[in-house]
């Protein structure tokens, strides 16, 4: 996934706390400083801006409680104009 303008990514995460790996970054464009954020509260953050064909985890966890919840995760450029990328989300 990738935007200049903030998005939002529902994930239906079953009952318990799990790690979220987000692998940010694209093979033909640089990836830049990019923030991920769920409920006000920033769970991950990419500092550095990724030249084109690198890439890097941002790892965090998620609690969907007892019963398992829909959690929203917020992406969005650190600087207007910059883009938010990712190729990969794995919910363990």
């Known amino acids: 996934m990738t935007g200049q303008t903030p ?10 706390a799990h790690q979220v790996a987000l692998l940010a970054g694209d093979a033909g464009f640089a990836t ?6 769920s409920e006000g509260r920033t769970l991950a953050h990419l500092t ?5 064909g690198q890439f890097a985890w941002l790892t965090f966890p998620v609690d ?4 398992g ?3 929203d995760l917020g992406f969005a450029a650190d600087n207007t104009g910059q883009y938010w990328r990712f190729a990969a989300l794995v919910l363990s």
Do not use: F
């Open 32 to 37: 830049d400083a990019m923030t991920v954020s």
């Open 7 to 16: 998005a939002t990514l529902r994930l239906d995460v079953p009952a318990g």
């Open 64 to 67: 969907a409680g007892a019963d």
């Open 69 to 71: 919840r829909a959690v």
């Open 48 to 52: 550095d801006p990724a030249p084109t």
